[in-house]
C-alpha cells in the first residue's frame, strides 16, 4: 500500500463497506479471524452489497457470500490479472482515472494481454465464467471494496499479492472516493497503531522513511541523538541474522515466535542459542519459557492508558480500570528504567506528554490533541491540524486536477509464481492454516477454557482426498509434513482438492513435532 499510494493503511472507513455495492473477500475469513469487523460486512451484505469471497476453503465467511471462488493455494496473482484484463477487453477500466491519477498503464495491460480468462481458469482452478462475473461486477459497480487478510500476505510473494490488488482499484477508479478502496485487515488488535508508532524496521513514527535526510535530522533534533540512516531488519531477517551469528541478543516484546514461526523446531533452536533473549509479556508464553530475563508487563486494555488505532485509522483512547497486579509494571515504566540503566533520562512522561510528543514529530497526527481524542470517539488520520476532522478516506488526491502536487499512483508489474514447496507423492495435500472463532493466534490467552463451538485437534479434507487416502470424517490419523507430525481427527469438508485446513491456535501440538 506505501509502494503505490504512499502511506501503509486501510484507504477505508467501516462505514464505507456497510454501503458498498460490492464486496470482494479475499484471503480473508472475516467472520472468525474478525468477527467484530464482519457485522460491518453483514451490514453492508442487508444494505444489498453483492460479496465474493476469494479462498481455498469455503469458509464460513464465505458462506455469507454471493458467490465462492475456491481457487487454487497461491494463485491470487494469476486470478488478479486475468481479472485486469478482462476489466480491460470489456472496456470496463476508468480511462479518465487512468490517465489523470496513474502511471504505467500501458506496460500493465502489455503485461496481463496473456493472462486470459482460460489461463486463468487453469492456474487458479476457478471457472472462466466466475472469473468473468467478478470482473464485470466489480468494475461497473458505484461503490466496491477489497477486503484482505493474511490469506494475501503470508505467502512468498505477500507484496505482489497486495499491490496486484492495488491494480485492479486503480484500473476502475475503486480508490481515493467515498464508497471504494482497499482494507487490509490487521492481524491483531492495534497493529495498524504499532506500525504508525514507528514498530516498522525502515519507518519512523507516521511512516517516515528512516533513510531520509531531512526526516532523520527532524527526529535527531528531537531525540538529542544521531539516529541509523540503515533500515532495520524485519522478522524473517532477524531470524536469518541469528542464524548467520549476526544478531546475538533479542528483546521481545508482545510476541510468541517460538510457537508462531512457521518452521518452530528452527526458530527455537535460533532462539535457544542467542547470548540474551528478553520477553516482556503478560503470559508466560514457550518464547519466555525459554528467555533468560522475563519482564511482566501490563494488560494493554485494562491496565494501560493511551490510545489505539483500528484497522480504518481510528485513533481511540483506552483507559486503565485496575493496576497491574504484583510484579507487572506498564510498557514505559520498564523500557523507561531501562534506558535510564543504559544512561539516558527520559524521567516519567505521562501518556498525553508521550502523545504531545508523537503529534510534534508525525504530521498525520498533528491535529489530533488529547483533548480531542478524550471528547470524541475518535480521529481517523491523517488529520494534520486542530481544525481538521480527520479522514473518513485516504488519497482523495487521486482525483484532483494537479493530484495536488504528488506523482501519479504507480501500476504493478506481477507475475504469477506458484508456491515453492510442490506438492509430491510422499505430501499430496496442501495444509493451509488460519484462526478459529473460539481461539487466538498461539491460544496462550484462549487455550485455558473450555469453548462450546471448539472441535478440538483437527484436519479438513475434501471428501475426494478423504476416499483417496481412505480416511474417514471423525477418524484419527497421523498427519506429517517435512517439519514434524502430529495426531488429528479428520473432518471431511466440501473444501477444494488437494488443499487441507487446521486451526492454528487449537493445539500447541501442531507446531511442536511429537511423533
Known amino acids: 500500500m506505501a509502494t503505490v499510494f504512499g502511506a501503509g493503511g486501510g484507504t477505508s472507513s467501516y462505514e464505507e463497506v456497510e454501503q458498498a455495492d460490492v464486496i470482494l473477500l479475499w484471503g480473508s475469513n472475516a467472520r472468525e479471524a474478525h468477527p467484530i469487523f464482519f457485522h460491518h460486512v453483514l451490514k453492508g451484505l442487508a444494505n444489498g452489497a453483492r460479496m465474493y469471497a476469494i479462498d481455498p476453503r469455503r469458509t464460513s465467511s464465505a458462506k455469507f457470500a454471493d458467490r465462492w471462488l475456491g481457487l487454487s493455494v497461491g494463485t491470487d496473482i494469476a486470478l488478479a490479472n486475468a481479472m485486469g484484463r478482462e476489466?480491460?477487453?470489456a472496456g470496463l477500466h476508468n480511462l479518465t482515472f487512468i490517465a489523470r491519477a496513474t502511471q504505467g498503464f500501458e506496460a500493465y495491460a502489455a503485461h496481463v494481454e496473456s493472462c486470459t480468462l482460460d489461463w486463468a481458469a487453469e492456474q487458479t482452478g476457478v471457472p472462466a465464467e466466475a472469473i468473468r462475473?467478478?470482473?464485470?461486477?466489480?468494475?461497473t459497480a458505484d461503490t466496491a471494496q477489497i477486503l484482505w487478510t493474511l490469506g494475501i500476505t503470508e505467502h512468498h510473494n505477500g507484496v505482489d499479492n497486495v499491490v496486484s490488488l492495488c491494480n485492479l482499484a486503480l484500473l476502475t477508479g475503486h480508490v481515493g472516493r467515498w464508497g471504494s478502496g482497499l482494507v487490509p485487515l490487521r492481524g491483531q488488535n492495534n497493529v495498524q497503531g504499532g506500525g504508525d508508532m514507528g514498530a516498522i524496521p525502515d519507518k519512523f513514527p507516521g511512516f517516515q522513511g528512516v533513510a531520509d535526510d531531512a526526516v532523520r535530522a527532524k527526529f535527531e533534533a528531537a531525540y538529542g541523538t544521531e539516529l541509523n540512516a540503515v533500515p532495520g531488519k524485519h522478522l524473517t531477517l532477524m531470524f536469518e541474522a541469528m542464524e548467520a551469528g549476526e544478531l546475538r541478543a533479542c528483546y521481545v516484546i508482545g510476541?510468541?515466535?517460538?510457537?508462531?514461526?512457521?518452521?518452530?523446531?528452527?526458530?527455537?533452536?535460533l532462539l535457544a542459542g542467542l547470548d540474551i533473549l528478553v520477553v516482556q509479556d503478560i503470559f508466560m508464553t514457550r518464547t519466555a519459557e525459554?528467555?533468560?530475563?522475563?519482564?511482566?508487563?501490563?494488560?494493554?486494555?485494562?491496565?494501560?492508558?493511551?490510545?489505539?488505532t483500528s484497522s480504518e485509522r481510528r485513533v481511540q483512547r483506552?483507559?486503565?480500570?485496575?493496576?497491574p497486579p504484583g510484579q507487572a509494571r506498564h510498557d514505559i515504566d520498564i523500557i523507561g528504567d531501562l534506558a535510564r540503566r543504559l544512561g539516558v533520562d527520559w524521567g516519567h512522561p505521562s501518556s498525553e506528554e508521550l502523545w504531545d510528543e508523537l503529534r510534534s514529530l508525525s504530521p498525520m497526527h498533528a491535529g489530533m490533541s488529547w483533548e480531542r481524542l478524550e471528547a470524541s470517539g475518535g480521529i481517523q488520520w491523517p488529520c494534520?491540524?486542530?481544525?481538521?476532522p480527520g479522514s473518513l478516506f485516504l488519497h482523495g488526491w487521486l482525483w484532483a486536477d494537479d493530484l495536488e502536487g504528488r506523482d501519479p499512483a504507480p501500476f504493478s508489474i506481477t507475475h504469477h509464481a506458484p508456491p515453492k514447496e510442490r506438492l509430491t507423492d510422499d505430501f499430496p495435500l496442501r495444509l493451509t492454516t488460519g484462526r478459529a472463532l473460539d481461539s487466538y493466534n498461539t491460544g496462550v490467552q484462549s487455550g485455558g477454557y473450555v469453548s462450546p463451538i471448539r472441535y478440538g485437534d483437527a484436519i479438513d479434507v475434501n471428501p475426494a482426498d478423504a476416499a483417496a487416502l481412505g480416511v474417514a470424517d471423525g477418524e484419527r490419523v497421523l498427519v506429517s509434513s517435512p517439519r514434524g507430525s502430529v495426531e488429528m481427527d479428520v473432518r471431511v469438508q466440501p473444501d477444494i482438492p488437494r488443499v487441507s485446513h487446521s486451526p492454528r491456535s487449537t493445539s500447541r501440538s501442531w507446531w511442536t513435532p511429537t511423533c
Open 255 to 269: 510476541e510468541n515466535p517460538a510457537d508462531s514461526e512457521a518452521d518452530v523446531e528452527h526458530a527455537r533452536k
Open 384 to 388: 494534520p491540524s486542530e481544525d481538521h
Open 318 to 323: 483506552v483507559r486503565a480500570a485496575v493496576p
Open 87 to 89: 476489466v480491460i477487453h
Open 133 to 139: 462475473d467478478m470482473a464485470h461486477a466489480y468494475a
Open 290 to 308: 525459554m528467555a533468560d530475563v522475563v519482564l511482566p508487563a501490563s494488560v494493554a486494555w485494562a491496565e494501560s492508558d493511551g490510545t489505539v
